[in-house]
T-cell receptor, first 110, second 113 residues
Framework: RKEVEQDPGPFNVPEGATVAFNCTYS??????FFWYRQDCRKEPKLLMS???SGNEDGRFTAQLNRASQYISLLIRDSKLSDSATYLC???????????FGSGTRLQVQP | DTAVSQTPKYLVTQMGNDKSIKCEQN?????MYWYKQDSKKFLKIMFS???????INETVPNRFSPKSPDKAHLNLHINSLELGDSAVYFC????????????FGPGTRLTVT
């Protein structure tokens, strides 16, 4: 089982739609969780952290479900500019490095 | 005002050659990283330096050798390039080791023919 698993997509949604992605992680002791965004042929950038109590930033909401070992990202009122690959990132205890998922591709269509 | 810069952006070379990629950050961060992103888009950590000290050295062929002359620079030298080395190599930095907010450079697209 991969350490961090994501549905590669693509998720094709119309502008204004609400879309959600999940990401599962294998190590139950994982401590910290994040979503990064990577535009086509660009570098990854931090989108938001995922806290135990959930985290909301404008149209973006991130949730953590420790019991089922997954995190989610919800995007409301999708914009064309939201088209990108969303990378799930996990920090495991005792590891200095972050573990990146392979990403979920979102394509918002006019 | 590029925060993390890499050179070159594109590198096309033949098998067996030796090449270097350079990275510089002007953010005053202590920690720098090298990642490899393959065709399946997995971003894998290769090395990390904290204030010029190697702190992460993943299972990477010893043909790959990082060097950090100072905390603002991290270079990657690759000997005897192989076809499987073709990938995008990203440099990144964070304020301190273990920092989850990492700032990435634009990437170096390496193609080995």
């Amino acid at each position: 089982r991969k350490e961090v698993e994501q549905d590669p997509g693509p998720f094709n949604v119309p502008e204004g739609a609400t879309v959600a992605f999940n990401c599962t992680y294998s190590n139950s002791a994982s401590q910290s969780f994040f979503w990064y965004r990577q535009d086509c042929r660009k570098e990854p950038k931090l989108l938001m952290s995922v806290y135990s109590s959930g985290n909301e930033d404008g149209r973006f909401t991130a949730q953590l479900n420790r019991a089922s070992q997954y995190i989610s990202l919800l995007i409301r009122d999708s914009k064309l500019s939201d088209s990108a690959t969303y990378l799930c990132v996990v920090k495991k205890p005792g590891r200095r490095a972050l573990t990146f998922g392979s990403g979920t591709r979102l394509q918002v269509q006019p | 005002d590029t925060a993390v810069s890499q050179t070159p952006k594109y590198l096309v070379t033949q098998m067996g050659n030796d090449k270097s990629i350079k990275c510089e950050q002007n953010l005053g961060h202590d920690t720098m990283y090298w990642y490899k992103q393959d065709s399946k888009k997995f971003l894998k950590i290769m090395f990390s330096y904290n204030n010029k000290e190697l702190i992460i050295n993943e299972t990477v062929p010893n043909r790959f050798s990082p060097k950090s002359p100072d905390k603002a620079h991290l270079n990657l030298h690759i000997n005897s390039l192989e076809l499987g080395d073709s990938a995008v190599y990203f440099c990144a930095s964070s304020l301190r080791q273990g920092g989850y907010e990492q700032y990435f450079g634009p990437g170096t697209r390496l193609t080995v023919t």
